[in-house]
């Protein structure tokens, strides 16, 4: 079955600490990964995406076959990164999301 | 910038009635979809379309239906409301179904009574 697991629901740090958020996917074929990123009363938006290999805001993610991962990483952290993200999987080609539980980042001054 | 709007920020309705949500994009996208987002289970998929008049149930269905007269227009509906269908709802788009990224709406938190 296809399927994300983010393992935290809650992850607080310290503003300038490094960052992991953990994202497991569950799928046979080629996935593709997002992250999205939901700031205090306003709209999930998309943070970034495997393929397209870059950093958005500090943050970058890899794709680990292996490992079937797709942590999303942060060397320093900012207060205002604090926010809920999800990591999300696209299987197929169907354009469907399949979503994970979700990770709150608190980042503490 | 891709434009999607959700009719109402807050609905309050009581047991039994029933309940239009809609929502608007800009952007001549194909792909529409209506999602429930609950603290602890995160965002799951009630029903989706990829065009009009075409609609696909998602994981979660039951007790709701869409419509999609319209390519810009995706309306959830709650049949008859009932207390487990208060919930945060978000409506998204996206281009097409070639991995494209999904635009979300602000949202519409719902209290059933």
């Known amino acids: 079955a296809q399927r994300v697991t983010q393992p935290e629901k809650l992850l607080s740090v310290f503003k300038g600490a490094p960052v992991e958020l953990k994202c497991n996917y569950s799928y046979s074929g080629s996935p593709e990964l997002f992250w999205y990123v939901q700031y205090s009363r306003q709209r999930l938006q998309l943070l970034l995406r495997?393929?397209s290999r870059e950093s958005i805001k500090g943050f970058t993610a890899d794709l680990n076959k292996g490992e079937t991962s797709f942590h999303l990483k942060k060397p320093f952290a900012q207060e205002e990164d604090s926010a809920m993200y999800y990591c999300?999987?696209?299987?197929?080609?169907?354009?469907?999301?399949?979503f994970g539980q979700g990770t709150t980042l608190q980042v503490k001054p | 910038d891709v434009k999607v709007t959700q009719s109402s920020r807050y609905l309050v309705k009581r047991t039994g009635e029933k309940v239009f949500l809609e929502c608007v994009q800009d952007m001549d996208h194909e792909n529409m979809f209506w999602y429930r987002q609950d603290p602890g289970l995160g965002l799951r998929l009630i029903y989706f379309?990829?065009?009009?008049?075409?609609?696909e149930k998602g994981d979660i269905p039951e007790g709701y239906s869409v419509s999609r007269e319209k390519k810009e227009r995706f309306s959830l509906i709650l049949e008859s409301a009932s207390t487990n269908q208060t919930s945060m709802y978000l409506c998204?788009?996206?281009?097409?179904?070639?991995?494209?990224?999904?635009?979300f709406g602000d949202g519409t938190r719902l209290s059933i009574l």
């Open positions: 495997h393929i």
């Open positions: 379309s990829y065009d009009v008049k075409m609609k």
């Open positions: 998204a788009s996206s281009i097409d179904r070639n991995n494209q990224p999904q635009h």
């Open positions: 999300a999987l696209d299987s197929g080609n169907t354009g469907k999301l399949i």
